[in-house]
């Protein structure tokens, strides 16, 4: 493992050419958040890949597929999940979640953000789940079991609640004490 640090780009570009591949794990909020450049960055990995070190993932994929929405742009192929969904608006979240999370558990992941942040792993409490997509949906009221990723302390709220607080980020759901998480 390599950490990047801006003030020591060449030095960390000379290392990089000894690969034969580089999996990055660098965000790019982070690099320019750090005082460093992205262009400088993206420019010195096609670059690199230009010399035959293959770099996943690269940074023309990055820009395509973008962040937070590729999962659900790769949901109809063969090696997607065609239950991966993204929502703009509060109408077709609380719609489409009701439904989805009445099939089965569900990773909920916000448009912003990194590391973990903003990430949620919903459970219905009752574990009611129905054998297929779209044959129930969810009562506002039914009690939800959530996993926050980042640190994986579990609350405990209503479908409403979390609804809520996904559009608003409302005190609806405010820390509640830490619990073990759900097996």
Not at 10 to 19: A, G, L
Not at 121 to 134: D, E, H, P, V
Not at 144 to 158: K, Q, S
């Amino acid at each position: 493992m390599i950490h990047y640090l801006h003030e020591k780009h060449d030095t960390f570009m000379t290392v990089c050419t000894q690969f034969d591949a580089l999996i990055l794990r660098c965000n790019s909020g982070h690099i320019v958040a750090d005082g460093g450049s992205q262009k400088l960055f993206d420019d010195s990995m096609e670059e690199l890949q230009a010399s035959g070190v293959q770099v996943l993932p690269s940074p023309h994929v990055m820009r395509t597929m973008g962040a937070k929405d590729a999962l659900t742009r790769i949901a109809g192929l063969s090696i997607g999940l065609p239950d991966t969904f993204s929502y703009f608006d509060r109408d077709s979240f609380a719609q489409g979640f009701k439904k989805n999370i009445a099939y089965q558990p569900r990773v909920v992941k916000q448009n912003r953000g990194s590391s973990g942040e903003g990430i949620w792993i919903a459970r219905l409490k009752s574990a009611n789940y129905c054998a297929t997509l779209g044959d129930r949906v969810c009562d506002a009221s039914e009690a939800l079991l959530l996993t926050e990723a980042n640190d994986m302390h579990t609350e405990e709220h209503t479908v409403e609640e979390f609804l809520e607080f996904c559009d608003k980020g409302t005190p609806a759901m405010s820390p509640q004490q830490p619990q073990d998480p759900p097996l």
